[in-house]
């Protein structure tokens, strides 16, 4: 697990919705905002990947926002955002490799296969259906 070495806001809030007595007395909902603008260690592309996917968590003065109110506790909730962060950050990393034209072509003999394998099933179950049939005189 890597440190993050840049610029992050966070605040701490009660949360909304069911939980009993613990949700009214207790702030635990956790706000983390990183600011992806100062991140200098984060690579170009990769900033751009995580604006493009998380685009609706990312406000005017680009910043990411990320909530955590899953837990009873504050630090819990603090560590479930930055694993929050560290989860974008390496979805964000994976680049996907382009098919090679060798690939492409195994692909379509195997559709090509797969066709002529599902028209014989076929003409053979026919077959069977119609030899059910009965063809005497009466």
């Known amino acids: 697990m890597f440190r993050i070495f840049s610029r ?3 605040s701490i809030n009660i949360p909304r919705g069911p939980g009993g007595q613990n949700v009214n007395k207790v ?3 956790v706000d983390l905002r990183f600011v992806l603008n100062e991140a200098d260690w984060i690579p170009a ?3 751009e990947k995580i604006r493009e996917q998380q685009f609706n968590k990312i406000n005017k003065k680009d910043e990411l ?3 955590s109110d899953r837990h009873r506790t504050q630090l819990k909730n603090i560590e479930d955002c930055f694993a929050k962060l560290e989860q974008i950050l390496s979805e964000a990393q994976v680049v996907k490799k382009e ?3 060798d690939v492409l072509e195994r ?3 195997f559709k090509v296969l797969e066709k002529v ?3 014989d099933y076929k003409k053979k179950r026919s077959d069977i259906k119609s030899s059910r049939k009965f063809r005497g005189d009466f």
């Open 27 to 29: 702030s635990t909902k």
């Open 65 to 67: 926002l990320i909530t």
């Open 117 to 119: 394998r599902t028209m």
């Open 8 to 10: 992050y806001y966070s």
């Open 45 to 47: 592309e990769v900033k």
């Open 107 to 109: 692909i379509k003999e």
């Open 99 to 101: 098919t090679s034209e």
